[in-house]
């Protein structure tokens, strides 16, 4: 079984704990806060808790390290752990720049270890079925993907709407698409702190032609979770905010009838939803992460993935600065 320490006990670094003591050996406890500390030394009395990253590291027993601390440390935490040899799973996105991933996506390359950035939604299975619509040409020819992601709140302050939000769904976005936008733009104003940008729309065009895009905002009266995808036979949407009907399929479509010569009608069938398993999305996401591990990377695909997605991110920032 894999020994696992983790680096980050905060709200989220709860869930991820929870998972990897079930699904691995939970060794190490690490964290900046001794009353994180403490509380989480209670819960996992087996592990061995330390406020210094090193000591972690410098267990040689130890094969991965899991990093749920705030973005801006995730750079610096994921090389020492990779330079330590240690595999490495960090919450998204794991560098605010793209040389930074590069250096990373090096490092995990050149070590031979597994750099696995957290896309939560990419182990969905909603998001699983979409792919699969998507990849068996069910959908016909994807044309266009848009993503909703509002909210009244979360209001932050040390990173924008497009980091915070926008990050769930790119990866998506890039996963269902397969290609790296051949043009971002992204538009957005701050409006409560300075800097900070609350609501940003962005525009994606790929090689192929396909467009999608992002609307990502916590001032907004709707609380929408969803992503649409729009094909030339037929239409589906993974909407997170729905407990039964994660995904829909609309079969309707453009259509050109024999004999109007250049007329474009429209065609509906069905509606339909197929049945998504209720597993948890972070459990899946583990399970991955571990059999990386005793597997080995397998391409480094996720780790590249990560780079794809930063980039993007990258992209669209400066867009978004008038870049
Ligand atoms: N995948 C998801 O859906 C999802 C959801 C929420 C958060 N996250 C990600 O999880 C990460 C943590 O978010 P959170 O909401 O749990 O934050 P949080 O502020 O609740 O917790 C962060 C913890 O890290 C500790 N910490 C900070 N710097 C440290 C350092 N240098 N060394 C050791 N400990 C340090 C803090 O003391 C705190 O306990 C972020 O990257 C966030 O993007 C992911």
Redo the contacts with the bound molecule.
């Keep these: 079984m894999a020994r696992v320490g983790q680096?980050?006990?905060?709200?989220?670094?709860?869930n991820l704990a929870r998972n990897f003591d079930e699904l691995a050996e939970l060794t190490w406890l690490?964290?900046?806060?001794p009353e994180?500390l403490e509380q989480f030394g209670r819960r996992y009395p087996g592990a061995k808790a330390t406020?210094d990253?090193d000591e972690l590291l410098g267990d040689d027993t130890l094969d991965a390290v899991v990093i749920?601390?705030?973005?801006p440390?995730?750079y610096e935490?994921a090389k020492r752990a990779l330079e330590a040899g240690k595999h490495v799973f960090v919450?998204?996105?794991p560098a605010m720049q793209a040389a930074e991933m590069e250096e990373l996506v090096r490092l995990a390359e050149a070590g031979g270890r597994v750099l696995m950035p957290?896309?939560?939604l990419l182990y969905h299975p909603g998001v699983r079925k979409l792919k699969e619509l998507v990849d068996s040409g069910e959908l016909g020819d994807v044309l266009c993907v848009y993503g909703n992601r509002q909210n009244l709140g979360k209001i932050r302050k040390d990173e924008n709407a497009l980091w915070?939000l926008g990050v769930?769904d790119l990866s998506v976005i890039l996963f269902l698409v397969g290609e790296e936008p051949s043009q971002a733009v992204a538009h957005g104003n701050a409006f409560l702190t300075q800097g900070v940008e609350d609501v940003v729309f962005c525009y994606l065009r790929f090689p192929s032609g396909k467009i999608a895009h992002m609307h990502l905002s916590w001032l907004d009266p709707h609380k929408m979770r969803k992503l649409t995808v729009v094909g030339r036979e037929k239409m589906a949407v993974f909407d997170d905010m729905e407990l039964e009907r994660k995904v829909t399929i609309y079969e309707k479509a453009p259509w050109e009838p024999a004999g109007i010569y250049g007329e474009w009608r429209t065609r509906t069938g069905d509606i339909f939803s197929p049945k998504i398993p209720n597993d948890e999305p972070?459990r899946l996401e583990c399970e991955h992460f571990l059999s990386l591990v005793v597997n080995g990377p397998n391409g480094h695909a996720e780790a590249r993935d990560g780079l794809t997605v930063v980039r993007a991110l990258e992209r669209l920032t400066e867009s978004l600065r008038g870049g």
């Design positions: 680096v980050g006990l905060g709200y989220w670094g709860t690490c964290d900046a806060s994180a406020g990253f749920a601390t705030p973005v440390t995730h935490l919450e998204k996105p957290g896309h939560l915070s769930h972070l």
